[in-house]
């Protein structure tokens, strides 16, 4: 049986994929494939640049706020950590790996700059409490200006999206309050007693790194929430600054619209982008979105499908340099990591 599960998981990114694909081509051919290639090239290479840009200053804001995690316990700067989060970006939206692996390669590459393990995986896992904190924080704005929208439709979808953040944050409630408690810490013994178990590796406590939990516990310290709170401030900028991809698109084609509608448009679209997290990317599942809430606001399906185009510009432009940067950082893993420190005989 758990053979079984780990082999469904393994295809679970896979198959997401194919409905993903499959979707979007659905959604494409039963729409005027003439009206979405015209809308899209309407915005031309100027926009599409202004879009790709926004989107390097969105992800530098992420990267921002992942390095406030450490700030205090780990002495790299920034750097580091905006430069993998371009490559957490570009695995997640173009590698079939359900949205999530890029955090796992994410904080793998970041103990080449000699921070440890278990404090590299607590700063990811805290990135991305804090990421789903504030877009949920920016969705209820986005459900608040949606309210005002007259109309049956405007109403069922305002309904659908509180009913799913109340789900969402109970979940995040409980993962935070797991990682807060002892209960995280048993979890976390059992499976390194597990490991040593099948390897028949004897524990090496004198060398052995503080866990995954200790680590947490430095990150969530009462000491360091204002480095926190600077890390929710700029997740929660970013999230407001992908608004302007959507503003910049839909200014391009001559459609004006109001500041609250872009944010509606920005936050419900990535709202059901995120409960699609299977789906690697979001792809078929974003253009739907943006069909359904543009539809709101007057926006036809085709000019729709093309906004969601756009949107995707930034994930390939900027995504596929920073998959070949992930790959110059682990062929040059040596130079990257620090010299072993010299142990002097006692």
Known sequence: MAVLGR????????????????????????????????????????????????????????????????????STGSAPFVILRFV????NVLLPVASVGGEFVGGRLLTFWGITGTLAAASVMADMLIQVATEMAFVVVGVLLLQKVEGEQAASLARWTLEALAVAALLLAA????????????IER?????????????ANHECAEPGVQAALDAVWARGRRFGLAKAFLLHLTAWCLGAAEIWIALACLGIEIGVAEVIVLESLSQAIKSAAFPVPSG????????????????????TAIALSLVKRVPDVVL???????????EARRATVLPADPVVRPR
Do not use: K, M, Y
């Open 190 to 202: 059992r499976i390194v007693s597990l490991g040593r178990h099948v390897s028949e590796a004897p």
């Open 88 to 91: 957490r970006e570009g695995i």
């Open 319 to 329: 995504g596929l340099p920073s998959l070949i940067a992930w790959q110059v950082l």
């Open 283 to 302: 792809l078929g599942v974003q253009e739907g979105g943006f069909v359904i809430i543009g539809a709101l606001f007057g926006i036809d399906a085709g």
């Open 7 to 74: 082999a469904l998981l393994r295809r679970l990114p896979l198959a997401g994929t194919v409905l993903g694909v499959a979707l979007a081509l659905w959604l494409i051919s039963t729409n005027d494939v003439t009206a979405i290639g015209a809308a899209f090239g309407r915005i031309g290479f100027l926009g599409l640049t202004a879009v790709v840009l926004v989107r390097v200053g969105l992800i530098l804001l992420c990267g921002l706020a992942w390095a406030r995690t450490l700030d205090g316990l780990a």
């Open 175 to 186: 993962f935070f309050a797991l990682q807060r408690s002892g209960a995280a810490r048993l």
